[in-house]
């Protein structure tokens, strides 16, 4: 079927077809990176903008490379060079964007809604590149893009995310889009950061780490989100950790062949050991590069392309 949305803002708004077509324009991309030459004229001509308020490695290279690759000019906005320090609106400054002739803006905000909120004040298409503690949407795209690689088919698969899930932009969107695609999740962590309300979207509620362990296909690791907790959730980190984080003795608890995840950054030896997040099992580089095709997919498919256009290398 034909792609229609102009802005990709939440995976709660997406219906399971529509996460199957960017994943599908996804694996094509995904091919292109294995190429000699890693472009496609897709978007030659186009001009995206990288509006970032918040601090971001991953996320911000990879919409850059994503976008490059599709052959298009990129430009990422410096919040601490801008006038945002003089008191500019998110309005205005994405007003201007628009008035210099920018043909999307990829957005990441502090503030829950800006996305949506930008998507109805101005005429281009608005990617939500993280906002507060609502969306990530790609970030889920190339979560489950990524474990269907290693797993296959989602449907019925056990997926645990283990951490910060109360102020975690990730967790939501992960659950909204495992959940579409059939897979079966358990949200496990402290009680103070993992409340029963979360049940009201299709999960399960655990705060036993072994037993939410025992059975999963998937271990997805959060870190702790200090910036967006106002108070502390937990006495300290070291009794976090000593309760709920990820080392040799806990990851023996999984099950032989289960991957295990993280969207980064990652805090080495808060939630994850080194030696398990270095591990075979471990998928958390592919997550990454894997990031930048499902970014060209939405990218691609927000200016205005086709799943089914053939996709040609530019020499």
Request: glycine letters at 6%; charged letters at 20%; hydrophobic letters at 45%.
């Given at each position: 079927?034909?792609?229609?949305?102009?802005?990709?803002?939440?995976?709660?708004?997406?219906?399971?077809?529509?996460?199957?077509?960017?994943?599908?324009?996804?694996?094509?991309?995904?091919?292109?990176?294995?190429?000699?030459?890693?472009?496609?004229?897709?978007?030659?001509?186009?001009?995206?903008?990288?509006?970032?308020?918040?601090?971001?490695?991953?996320?911000?290279?990879?919409?850059?490379?994503?976008?490059?690759?599709?052959?298009?000019?990129?430009?990422?906005?410096?919040?601490?060079?801008?006038?945002?320090?003089?008191?500019?609106?998110?309005?205005?400054?994405?007003?201007?964007?628009?008035?210099?002739?920018?043909?999307?803006?990829?957005?990441?905000?502090?503030?829950?809604?800006?996305?949506?909120?930008?998507?109805?004040?101005?005429?281009?298409?608005?990617?939500?590149?993280?906002?507060?503690?609502?969306?990530?949407?790609?970030?889920?795209?190339?979560?489950?893009?990524?474990?269907?690689?290693?797993?296959?088919?989602?449907?019925?698969?056990?997926?645990?995310?283990?951490?910060?899930?109360?102020?975690?932009?990730?967790?939501?969107?992960?659950?909204?889009?495992?959940?579409?695609?059939?897979?079966?999740?358990?949200?496990?962590?402290?009680?103070?950061?993992?409340?029963?309300?979360?049940?009201?979207?299709?999960?399960?509620?655990?705060h036993n780490l072994r037993t939410a362990l025992a059975?999963?296909?998937?271990?997805?690791?959060?870190?702790?989100?200090?910036?967006?907790?106002?108070?502390?959730?937990?006495?300290?980190?070291?009794?976090?950790?000593?309760?709920?984080?990820?080392?040799?003795?806990?990851?023996?608890?999984?099950?032989?062949?289960?991957?295990?995840?993280?969207?980064?950054?990652?805090?080495?030896?808060?939630?994850?050991?080194?030696?398990?997040?270095?591990?075979?099992?471990?998928?958390?580089?592919?997550q990454v590069t894997n990031g930048i095709a499902v970014?060209?997919?939405?990218?691609?498919?927000?200016?205005?392309?086709?799943?089914?256009?053939?996709?040609?290398?530019?020499?």
């Open positions: 079927m034909p792609w229609h949305r102009k802005h990709l803002l939440t995976i709660e708004e997406l219906k399971r077809a529509e996460i199957e077509q960017i994943l599908a324009t996804a694996a094509a991309f995904r091919r292109v990176l294995d190429r000699k030459v890693k472009k496609v004229p897709a978007l030659r001509g186009k001009t995206i903008v990288n509006l970032f308020l918040e601090p971001s490695t991953r996320t911000r290279i990879s919409f850059e490379m994503a976008a490059k690759f599709l052959s298009a000019d990129v430009i990422s906005f410096d919040a601490s060079a801008s006038s945002t320090t003089k008191g500019e609106t998110l309005r205005d400054t994405a007003q201007n964007i628009q008035a210099l002739n920018a043909d999307m803006i990829v957005l990441r905000h502090a503030a829950s809604g800006s996305p949506l909120y930008l998507s109805k004040v101005l005429g281009i298409p608005v990617v939500n590149a993280g906002d507060g503690a609502h969306e990530h949407p790609t970030q889920a795209l190339l979560d489950v893009f990524t474990m269907r690689e290693k797993l296959g088919d989602l449907k019925g698969r056990k997926v645990v995310i283990l951490g910060d899930i109360l102020f975690s932009r990730v967790a939501r969107s992960n659950i909204h889009a495992l959940t579409k695609l059939g897979a079966d999740v358990t949200i496990v962590g402290p009680s103070t950061l993992v409340p029963h309300w979360f049940e009201s979207m299709g999960v399960r509620v655990s059975d999963a296909d998937v271990v997805m690791l959060l870190r702790i989100q200090h910036e967006r907790q106002g108070v502390s959730h937990f006495p300290s980190l070291g009794e976090y950790t000593s309760m709920f984080g990820l080392n040799y003795t806990r990851a023996s608890w999984v099950k032989p062949d289960a991957i295990i995840m993280h969207p980064g950054p990652i805090n080495r030896g808060v939630e994850i050991d080194s030696d398990i997040a270095d591990s075979p099992r471990s998928v958390i580089l592919q970014r060209m997919a939405v990218l691609y498919l927000c200016a205005g392309g086709q799943p089914e256009q053939v996709l040609t290398p530019v020499e």
